[in-house]
């Protein structure tokens, strides 16, 4: 793979000329928040304080950051289970975040999702969703209700190369054609669908985004290791939802450093160990932006060390709180399965709902 | 009170609810322009317009997924299956994303989503056609599942179904459709979660829902008028919630009872029923609760045997004079 | 629509100039009884005489005779619930299938079935299934048994215009074309689903068939209403699919003269009478290929004339033949369920099967 | 006889069968040079070659209609679903075509497929991904459904499933793939449609299928040890065809009965077992049939909660107490 990060023409794109450096730093500060979480995340996992799977996004962090830099009030971000990097960008705190891991009241989902379902509708965070694809016809959903309502929006709908080949996607992209409807579908192409390569799960000809051309979808194919090519070539996407109310498809070239999820003991064994190196030292979104922002002059090392340091904190402080959180309750169970049941109305209070005696 | 019939009752229910709520709006295939596969959204297109009624093209899973996403924004869709039986194209979004996203989000999202078309055999359409998933989806705790058996029990579970903000889905009948009761002008809610006595009796308990619920009525006649069994009839009408009480207490005066349902015997409603019952009407049943559902076999086509296939008043006549012996 | 029935290359397309007389003169009496078989059987349906659907393939005769006489030994053929064309067109008795639609246990799938269910596997018919789309995977599975048998062989896989978005579809064609399946999917594009139109159902550039093209599979868009143009361009598919075990998509244009199915008490209201009205009388398959035969000198209009009323008379004798015939019984409607129960093996001899007390 | 455990037990029959029958071959996600998601298939691929061990994409309706239409045409096709939880998106394909197409043809054609994989709770993978849908396929007339417990009779089981001529879903566990059971070194078959008595007992009949088989002998020990009830388990193995006349032999003998199942409790299989038990053993029972189910709710991710939501020794002793009181 070819380094694009010093491609002049998106950092020289209008979307990219008009950051402030504090913004700069701002995505610098949440890839270091990301990859820190889930470090620690990964540290706790292995000594046995969650439990299910932990599907880690370290190497991808760009894409998030990158795209949901652009995103204002009615924009909404939905993605599958892959959450971590999503949710923190869209702003969510490692402590609630956290805590979800652990199981706990105090998670984002009060423990009942876990890592797979991160959740913040406040922050226009749909989730989260564990059935590959399923997030999907949800993105149009949303999109759909944002233009029902009038309002000048769009969805970002995040899947993996592996997602495109559920069925029910390209039934999204016909309605989302056909409607007209301002969704973005982002195909966050990290190569592998669990162990399978792209060339083994996938018919393409030139790119798993070309499939949208079938549809009369706009559709571009790019690199995801530099933030500024994401915003520049993303920003093209928002305007087309914003201004003509018009899906796309955007398929963004990534790589994860970890396996599919923690439990996936041959993540070494489908691809090289040269592979899984040359990603890390030679396209690092971190170590990437990092280095535009030092050339900039935006940033010293120092003071990335230091934003490193305090994601590191952040982390760390975000297991004290996990820890010390309590767990559910039996009775909590059975809350959150009904709005109605939840919050005693007439329809709640009437008929059985719950069937256990 | 007006005699009206079963689809145009429904076809009200629509019609105020839409008037009521802006967020309402039915999308489906043939909804609009065509006026429904069976007629029920007649009208409608013309009268609110393409935002209100959306026609949409053969892709269940990727309309019902829709409807979930825009309910969690607050919309309130109403989603036309053609039939029920193509749930099963859509069965994941369905369960996993109506059914379970509320709890996945610790209550953060809601989905006031309503899913309605006709579940029932009778129409020789085959088996892939004649499916009647309320007890498969009833089985899912975060949906909710109601059958109305008359057109007044139609129009007003639908119009509660449509204010619930929980998913709710709607079970019709496409040999009711064309059937009349007598509706009120004003407007009537009927809650969620409340069964029905239609009609009193002393003797055995047939329970019912849907247009099970009829026939058990005309097995009732004839086990009065040729048996001499005056035999109550409870009409279920909402599956999920469930008025236990309801039932339990229906089988505590008689102390007998039939059960009659339109599905596969196997873990059918009716399964859930006698297991219930016999657990907390133990001691007041006089004999083992009998069911009848429909013949344990995908949907035949055969005209004149589909409807050997079928529950009929004859075999709960049967049933009832065993359970009486 | 412009007539390209007098398309000069593919009459002289190879496999069209080796016809001999004899068999172009089967065409037309193949799509005749399709016409009449469907004329009397919607009589019949109007009189009552049988329930469920009826959809009527009249109008689009040339694609299931034209398509299908191309095939050999080791090629398959399933469809969906329009499938009387296609039966008859693999060499279905009028009397197997009228009596299926009378529901009798003579019919060929013994009444079970009805008009979307006919099935022939002793003539490589595999049915007739009522759920949009949900053949395109067995479609795909056939092909598939052949390619593990070593046969060289494949599968044509009829659809409508309706079924492309279903999701199973896309599903099918990914795999298709990742594992090189011989399989050939003919979307007889009649412009409607229902009552709605191309338009206003799918999205597209130039074609449906061009949704392939993501996928890396050939495809082709022609017309249908030549069975010359159908058989030339079909049997560049079934090559491919013969020599290189690859999938095809053929997008068939043709037409329905009657509504979706009887039922269909529109089918009026979403077109003009014009445009029915200009199919019958500039593009009805039958008519051209009549004319065709009768220009060349292989028939004159008297021997025509009584191809016709000879479909009409086998199909009145079906009449006969579906009303004599005996009804299943209720014992019957448990055959059929289980293989292991019907062949009373020790399997089907343990357990409870079926549970109706 | 060797220790092995319940994955090498699923395996070793895999690789008996497909030695034995050059038409059997396995699809699935991960199932070939990944060695299986839960490395059931470990070593096959190494063994037997892409023909017989294919990589899917990840398109489950579209792998499992390939494996019904090559079925229609002989071949034997294995599926693995990675959790049976994304059946969900092919519930179309198994219902309606693996289900229905025997019957729709007038049995022209067999589907000789068998589709496979764990449906459990228990391992904190959250609502989606925890569903246990033998009751809903169970209600599907023309499937097969087996759940077996242990290593033995997991093996026997899958070898019967592969050889039978109806589509047989195989319902695994996950928390059963690593433990361990005698298996007899030589071939054998557990035929579908047989129960098997667990463990005799003359008190009370614990009736249970898949891993709470498990569950039920715990509590079997409990109640001998603590409370001096000497429980019957019957483990049911097979759900469809399923061995009614054990199930009502050993109510008939104990009076009593206990059904212990990890369904959702609304028209779980239990559900179905409590209805027939008190239809055909109506006199014999001299208590209600208790119930014990997972909590009804979709399962919570939280690890030590969600051991509570699943049905647990504890919880049958107390509700076996009960209907011993
Ligand atoms: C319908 C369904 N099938 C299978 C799975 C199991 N599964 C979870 S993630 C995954 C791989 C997805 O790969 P990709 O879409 O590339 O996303 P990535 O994990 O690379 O982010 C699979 C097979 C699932 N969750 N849902
Ligand atoms: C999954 C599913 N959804 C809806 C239907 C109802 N339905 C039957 S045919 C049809 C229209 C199909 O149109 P098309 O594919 O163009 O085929 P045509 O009828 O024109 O031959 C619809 C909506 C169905 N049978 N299955
Ligand atoms: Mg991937
Ligand atoms: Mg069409």
Chains 1, 3 share one sequence.
Not at chain 2, 255 to 270: I, Q, T, Y
Request: hydrophobic content about 40%.
């Amino acid at each position: 793979m070819q380094s694009v990060a010093d491609s002049p023409t998106s950092a020289a794109a209008e979307i990219n000329r008009n950051l402030t450096a504090e913004q700069k730093i701002a995505f610098l500060r949440d890839m270091f928040r990301i990859r820190r979480f889930e470090q620690v995340a990964l540290k706790c996992y292995n000594q046995g304080k969650m439990g299910g799977f932990l599907h880690l996004y370290i190497g991808q962090e760009s894409v998030a950051v990158g795209t949901i830099s652009l995103l204002g009030e009615n924009d909404h971000v939905i993605t599958a289970y892959r959450d971590h990097g999503h949710a923190l960008a869209v702003g969510m705190s490692m402590n609630e975040c956290m805590a979800e891991l652990f199981g706990k009241a105090t998670g984002c989902s009060k423990g009942k999702g876990g890592s797979m379902h991160f959740f913040a509708p406040d922050k226009n965070y749909w989730g989260g969703h564990g059935i590959v694809a399923g997030q999907t016809p949800l993105g149009l959903g949303l999109a759909y209700a944002l233009k029902y309502k009038g309002l000048r929006g769009c969805c970002l709908c995040y899947m993996g190369d592996g997602a495109v080949n559920q069925g029910v996607f390209h039934e999204s992209l016909n309605i989302a054609s056909l409607w007209d409807i301002p969704v973005i579908y982002i195909i966050e192409n990290n190569q592998y669908s669990m162990g399978t390569s792209l060339e083994r799960s996938s018919a393409f000809k030139n790119s798993l985004s070309e499939r949208a051309e079938g549809y009369n979808i706009a559709w571009d194919s790019f690199n995801g290791e530099d933030i500024y090519e994401i915003r520049a070539k993303t920003q093209i996407a928002v305007d087309r939802a914003h201004n003509e109310s018009r899906p796309s498809v955007l398929e963004i070239a990534t790589y994860r450093y970890y396996g599919h999820s923690v439990a996936d003991a041959n993540a070494k064994k489908y691809r090289s160990a040269q592979e899984i190196e040359d990603y890390k030292t030679n396209h690092d979104p971190l170590r990437i932006w990092q280095k535009t922002l030092i050339e900039e002059g935006v940033i010293d090392e120092a003071t990335a060390h230091q934003l490193d340091l305090d994601a590191k904190h952040e982390a760390d402080e975000a297991v004290k709180f996990a820890e010390e959180s309590p767990f559910p309750t039996e009775a909590d169970i059975f809350k959150d399965v009904y709005y109605e049941v939840d919050n005693e109305t007439g329809s709640g209070k009437r008929g059985k709902h719950f069937f256990n005696d | 009170m007006a005699l009206i019939n079963y689809r145009k009752a429904i076809n009200d229910a629509l019609a105020e609810e839409i008037m009521r709520d802006e967020n309402v709006f039915i999308i489906g295939e043939e909804v609009a322009e065509y006026n429904g596969a069976y007629k029920v959204t007649e009208g409608l297109w013309k009268r609110f317009g393409d935002k209100r009624l959306v026609d949409a093209p053969i892709s269940e899973a990727g309309f019902i997924g829709l409807g979930v996403g825009a309910s969690m924004l607050g919309l309130r869709p109403v989603i036309e299956l053609m039939f029920w039986s193509f749930a099963f194209v859509a069965y994941d979004q369905i369960v996993n994303n109506a059914g379970c996203v509320r709890y996945m989000s610790g209550g953060l999202i809601n989905c006031p989503i309503v899913i309605r078309g006709p579940a029932n055999g009778g129409t020789n359409v085959g088996a892939t056609h004649s499916h009647t998933p309320e007890n498969i989806l009833a089985n899912v705790p975060g949906v909710k599942v109601v059958a109305p058996a008359t057109a007044y029990d139609a129009k007003g579970l639908m119009k509660s179904a449509i204010r619930d903000n929980d998913p709710v889905f709607v079970m019709e009948n496409t040999l009711l459709y064309g059937e009349q009761w007598e509706v009120p002008e004003e407007e009537y809610l009927i809650p969620l979660g409340s069964a029905d006595v239609k009609r009193e009796g002393t003797d055995i308990s047939l329970i019912a829902h849907g247009r099970s619920v009829l026939i058990a009525l005309a097995a009732a006649d004839i086990l009065a008028a040729e048996h001499n069994i005056n035999a109550e009839v409870v009409d279920l009408r909402s599956i999920r919630p469930l008025d236990e009480d309801a039932i339990v207490q229906s089988v505590r005066k008689t102390h007998r009872a039939v059960l009659v349902d339109e599905n596969k015997p196997f873990c059918g409603v009716s399964a859930q029923i006698a297991s219930m019952l016999q657990e907390k009407a133990f001691d007041d049943l006089d004999a083992p609760i009998g069911r009848v559902n429909t013949l344990d076999a995908p949907a035949i086509y055969s005209p004149p045997v589909e409807k050997l296939q079928l529950p009929n008043a004859q075999r709960v006549v049967s049933k009832a004079l065993t359970v009486c012996a």
